[in-house]
């Protein structure tokens, strides 16, 4: 099963997420446990994906994915009076579970970390190296990285909009984010781009306590 390493992780957070909203008390434990669980899985799996993660980038590349990530944090942060939802996030408050102050900066950075830095990973490893090319050809890794088919591209798009709430800013989101695959069909663009936005978006909500984006 070659699309287990790609989609394994990715299906374990779904579920973890979905649990957590039937328990939201237990949320910031639902957030640890999956953190730790797909971030072991990543790095299980690890030489799988090794060489697609870490494809090298030029200092062009690098400018170009902070740029694409910026992009990418202010159409998420900017529109939000302005348009629909898909439902409604339970948001992410770590004061409002009771622990101590030091224990509510562990949450927060766990949090942080896991935004950051397993997101990206988990979401770009599925979203743009498995079903871009899964839907191009059932054997996708005889397609290579950044192959263009519009049907993949913007379906790929489409659908990881709607993974989210904010559908629209998350289909921007997937147009840019395969948009830069494409362009230099390297997955470490997009995963850095990715890093960027969630990175960016989790010291606005630290500074300026808009848990709901989280």
């Given at each position: 099963m070659a699309w287990l390493p790609y989609a394994g992780p990715f299906i374990v957070f779904l579920l973890l997420t979905e649990a957590a909203r039937h328990l939201p008390g237990w949320q910031h434990v639902f957030y640890l446990?999956?953190?730790a669980v797909v971030g072991g899985l990543l790095v299980y799996w690890w030489p799988v994906y090794r060489?697609?993660?870490m494809a090298p980038l030029t200092a062009g590349e690098w400018l170009l994915a902070l740029a694409a990530g910026l992009l990418v944090l202010v159409l998420w942060i900017l529109p939000e009076k302005f348009?629909?939802?898909a439902g409604s996030s339970l948001g992410f408050d770590p004061r409002s579970f009771g622990w101590s102050p030091a224990g509510t900066r562990v949450i927060a950075g766990c949090r942080l970390l896991g935004a950051a830095v397993v997101?990206?990973?988990m979401e770009e490893l599925f979203w743009r190296s498995f079903l871009m090319r899964y839907?191009?050809?059932r054997d996708f890794k005889e397609v290579p990285l950044g192959s263009l088919s519009w049907f993949a591209f913007l379906g790929v798009a489409v659908l990881f909009g709607l993974e989210h709430f904010r559908v629209i800013p998350g289909i921007m989101a997937g147009l840019v984010y395969g948009g830069l695959l494409v362009y230099r069909r390297k997955l470490s663009l997009p995963i850095v781009a990715h890093a960027v936005t969630n990175l960016g978006l989790g010291i606005y909500v630290l500074v300026?306590?808009?848990w709901f984006f989280w």
């Open positions: 446990v999956k953190t060489r697609e993660v348009l629909p939802q997101v990206p990973l839907f191009i050809d300026t306590g808009s």
